[in-house]
């Protein structure tokens, strides 16, 4: 008997956190990845994309540099200033930083903003890397 009642408890919280998971799935933020030489075919190609670096303004300016055209709005400011970005619903936002990992932060913020977002793989460190890389190294994504 009491068996039976452990195994009705277990399968009735198994259906709950699986209506639960279902129901969070179709709401998490969605966005893209690019690497740097992809990102560099397309606007070779002239495509118009919004290049969004979420470094600080010490790192937009410094060695690493950034990319050109590029609007700053550092990661830890974004949540406040998401509204500045509002006449690029239509486009898609690349964002970028030092490594990648605050540009998926930003691709998730605005993911959850309804912009249509594409995180910068590996961010300027990769892109610098792959513009130094011979061309034959760049293919290779």
Request: proline share 4%.
């Amino acid at each position: 008997m009491r068996a039976g009642i452990i195994a009705i408890i277990l399968m009735g919280i198994g259906a709950f956190v699986a209506c639960q998971t279902r129901a969070t799935i179709g709401k998490e933020p969605v966005y893209e990845n690019i690497t740097p030489a992809r990102l560099k075919e397309r606007l070779e190609r002239g495509e118009d994309l919004v290049l969004l670096d979420v470094r600080s303004p010490r790192e937009f300016t410094g060695p690493l540099g950034h990319l050109e055209g590029a609007i700053l709005i550092p990661v830890r400011e974004l949540e406040e200033r998401v509204g500045e970005l509002n006449d690029y619903k239509d486009k898609e936002i690349i964002a970028y930083c030092r490594s990648g990992n605050r540009s998926r932060t930003a691709a998730t913020l605005l993911s959850r903003h309804s912009f249509r977002v594409t995180n910068l793989l590996g961010g300027m460190k990769a892109w610098n890397a792959s513009m130094n890389a011979p061309a034959e190294d760049q293919k290779m994504d």
